[in-house]
């Protein structure tokens, strides 16, 4: 029998701004990119075609670019984001930068016409967020946000459960997300100091509510209203020069949210926490069938003919194993990193239109949220969100949408 000729796969360029940055360079140019292209491209759904990536590095620091270039095998490069955005060679544009940044690059690369796919939150204010939904609309570009939370193994593994009625009706959601951030006098911080800046759009509620408000919409249902707390508990902090400085921005938000459907989430979030828990963040999902506690990883279940009866007695110390209750649910398949699984998603809805859910507006609704509860804390009250469609004509204070004009409004003096 002849030797049946080898195909070679197409490529995609990839502009990829902000790769020096920690979540740019770990997540999406070494574990997604080079991984993709180390694995010899993206399977298409024929099952056969693959698509090979091919990125081009593009940053503030010619030697930084250069230096990641030649360690990672990496041919383009360059400081130039307009020439970059010009050629014809690159089709995807990929944001990684930080979010002061961000809106005015998307916009860049909306009018050049690419495919985009970005870091979340998508803009500072709702208002821009939304209006990158509608030039993207506008323009016929395909769009895509990062939902990374999404695609962790423990997630998914919680998907399955609700998917297969594990839990009957779901009550409640009980999330702990957190660990101590050293204030970097005795120890160096692990996050960059501009979170710890409102200024620099700083802040754990801008940072993390954006990613509560994906999970919760795509596993419990979208989300009504928010009552939240957010503090500022470690007031002054040490930057990466060693220099002292104010600590504007909040790192704490203790939070409640009501789902449709009567689902209660509560959900608190800290960089000022200690950890007592199998891992940093933490999911309980009650059911009048069965619990289960995830994680990144981990997934444990508690069905309703397997619960332990509790008797509430102060007077005698309890010596139940409660964690021995739980049973470890199975993975049933390997997991990979899901920052490459959505890129991997990204890339076949570029090529070959494949689904894809989260876009532009899903990106504008975690942002809705982020300043939602940021003006919830800042009323004391519980706050309504309204459903958001992007609008037909550009955005303006006060016009955000038909059904969230009034709120951007309010929401424009809390930033």
Same mark, same amino acid.
């Given at each position: ?230 503090? %500022?508990?470690?007031? @002054? ?5 060693? *220099?002292?400085? /104010?600590?504007?921005? #909040?790192?704490? =938000?203790? !939070? ?84 490459? %699984?959505?890129?991997? @998603? ?5 090529? *070959?239109?494949? /689904?894809?859910?989260? #876009?532009?507006? =899903?990106? !504008? ?51």
């Amino acid at each position: 029998m002849a030797e049946q000729p080898q195909t070679t796969p197409q490529t995609i360029g990839i502009i990829m701004n902000g790769v020096s940055g920690r979540m740019g360079y770990r997540q999406h140019l070494v574990r997604s990119i080079l991984a993709i292209r180390e694995q010899g491209g993206v399977l298409l759904a024929d099952g056969e075609t693959r698509v090979q990536v091919e990125p081009i590095l593009v940053g503030r620091s010619e030697k930084k670019l250069a230096d990641l270039a030649a360690e990672h095998g990496i041919e383009h490069y360059t400081t130039n984001l307009d020439e970059a955005l010009a050629d014809d060679r690159w089709q995807i544009y990929a944001d990684f930068l930080v979010t002061k940044a961000r809106a005015a690059a998307l916009k860049k690369a909306i009018a050049a016409g690419k495919a985009i796919y970005t870091e979340k939150p998508t803009a500072e204010s709702f208002e821009e967020a939304l209006e990158l939904a509608r030039l993207a609309e506008e323009a016929g570009i395909k769009n895509g946000v990062v939902h990374d939370k999404l695609y962790l193994p423990g997630l998914q593994k919680l998907k399955r459960l609700i998917d297969s009625g594990f839990f009957g009706r779901i009550l409640s959601v009980r999330g702990e997300f957190g660990y101590w951030v050293f204030e970097g006098d005795w120890q160096p911080a692990q996050r960059p100091s501009w979170n710890y800046r409102a200024e620099d759009g700083g802040g754990i509620i801008v940072d993390m509510f954006p990613h509560w408000n994906y999970v919760l919409e795509n596993l419990f249902g979208r989300v009504e209203s928010v009552y939240a707390k957010a503090v %500022t508990e470690i007031p @002054e902090r040490v930057d990466e020069r060693g *220099e002292r400085y /104010p600590a504007t921005a #909040d790192d704490a =938000a203790y !939070a409640i949210f009501e789902l449709e459907g009567g689902v209660v989430a509560q959900l608190n979030s800290s960089w000022t926490t200690r950890v007592n828990r199998d891992e940093l963040v933490e999911f309980q999902v009650d059911g009048t069938h069965g619990s289960a506690v995830v994680g990144l990883f981990g997934c444990k279940i508690q069905p309703r003919n397997a619960t332990p009866k509790p008797v509430w007695n102060p007077d005698l110390a309890d010596e139940h194993d409660y964690a021995g209750d739980w049973i470890e649910s199975p993975g049933n398949r390997e997991f990979e990193n899901g920052f490459k %699984t959505q890129w991997e @998603e990204f890339i076949r809805h570029v090529v *070959e239109d494949a /689904p894809n859910h989260y #876009d532009f507006l =899903a990106g !504008a609704r975690g942002v809705l949220l982020a300043e939602a509860g940021l003006r919830s804390s800042a009323e004391g009250r519980r706050v309504e969100i309204p459903v958001v469609d992007v609008p037909t004509a550009p955005v303006t204070t006060g016009d955000a949408s038909a059904a969230g004009a009034d709120l951007a409004t309010e929401l424009a003096g809390l930033r």
